[in-house]
């Protein structure tokens, strides 16, 4: 297994003060405007996307074929996210009651749909690629420590943005199930599939079952 590159740790403090700042602003208000999610989510997405480049010589948004296989992906994502929001929806029925069509008044559904596109594309971009590629140099290659410690990582985020105990259990098993996703389809970029998962995930579990 290749050493890690030299400039991936300060790479990743970079994005780590990204975060750090956007927990901050969120926590001292409480309405920021949907402008305000795109510029963080698109910041942290351009600089996953030059440090994987960088470090690791990938090409995030390239395709092995062709680009036609864009559509196909975002297809195979949709299927996807839509399975683990029933999946997730099953097992949380065991222990509460769910909602269904929660939110289909929200306002400004076209903006809010545009971020979530956006945050879908960000998160899937670290912590399915640069944060997991870093991990598994750390880990000498160890596919299942890398793995639970980026779904770690992850949930921690989601620990840190609500503070639920329900949301860190579905983000940490949602982070392994898109790993497990990337590391099945070798042939090809999944990253079109892991951000399409992501994003009708998101869509599901607001507008059409809250968990």
């Given at each position: 297994?290749?050493?890690?590159?030299k400039?991936?740790?300060?790479?990743?403090?970079?994005?780590?003060?990204?975060?750090?700042?956007?927990?901050?602003?969120?926590?001292?208000?409480?309405?920021?405007?949907?402008?305000?999610?795109?510029?963080?989510?698109?910041?942290?997405?351009?600089?996953?996307?030059?440090?994987?480049?960088?470090?690791?010589?990938?090409?995030?948004?390239?395709?092995?074929?062709?680009?036609?296989?864009?559509?196909?992906?975002?297809?195979?994502?949709?299927?996807?996210?839509c399975?683990?929001?029933?999946?997730?929806a099953?097992?949380?029925?065991?222990?509460?009651?769910?909602?269904?069509?929660?939110?289909?008044?929200?306002?400004?559904?076209?903006?809010?749909?545009?971020?979530?596109?956006i945050?879908?594309?960000?998160?899937?971009?670290?912590?399915?690629?640069?944060?997991?590629?870093?991990?598994?140099?750390?880990?000498?290659?160890?596919?299942?420590?890398?793995?639970?410690?980026?779904?770690?990582?992850?949930?921690?985020?989601?620990?840190?943005?609500?503070?639920?105990?329900?949301?860190?259990?579905?983000?940490?098993?949602?982070?392994?199930?898109?790993?497990?996703?990337?590391?099945?389809?070798?042939?090809?970029?999944?990253?079109?599939?892991?951000?399409?998962?992501?994003?009708?995930?998101?869509?599901?579990?607001?507008?059409?079952i809250?968990?």
């Amino acid at each position: 297994m290749k050493a890690l590159p030299k400039h991936c740790l300060p790479h990743h403090a970079v994005l780590l003060l990204v975060y750090l700042s956007a927990l901050f602003l969120t926590s001292r208000a409480a309405n920021l405007p949907n402008l305000f999610y795109m510029a963080f989510n698109g910041l942290v997405l351009g600089l996953s996307a030059a440090y994987l480049r960088r470090d690791f010589d990938t090409d995030l948004f390239r395709l092995k074929r062709t680009a036609a296989n864009v559509v196909r992906q975002v297809l195979t994502g949709l299927g996807l996210g839509c399975l683990l929001a029933v999946v997730f929806a099953g097992v949380a029925m065991l222990f509460e009651d769910i909602s269904l069509f929660p939110r289909l008044g929200i306002q400004n559904a076209a903006g809010f749909i545009l971020v979530q596109m956006i945050v879908a594309l960000a998160e899937e971009a670290y912590f399915n690629y640069y944060l997991y590629d870093t991990l598994m140099r750390l880990f000498r290659g160890k596919a299942v420590w890398s793995m639970a410690a980026a779904a770690a990582l992850f949930a921690g985020v989601h620990w840190a943005m609500n503070g639920s105990v329900k949301q860190v259990v579905i983000a940490f098993a949602f982070r392994l199930a898109a790993l497990l996703v990337r590391q099945i389809i070798r042939r090809d970029n999944a990253f079109y599939i892991c951000a399409g998962m992501h994003f009708f995930y998101n869509l599901m579990v607001f507008f059409v079952i809250s968990i």
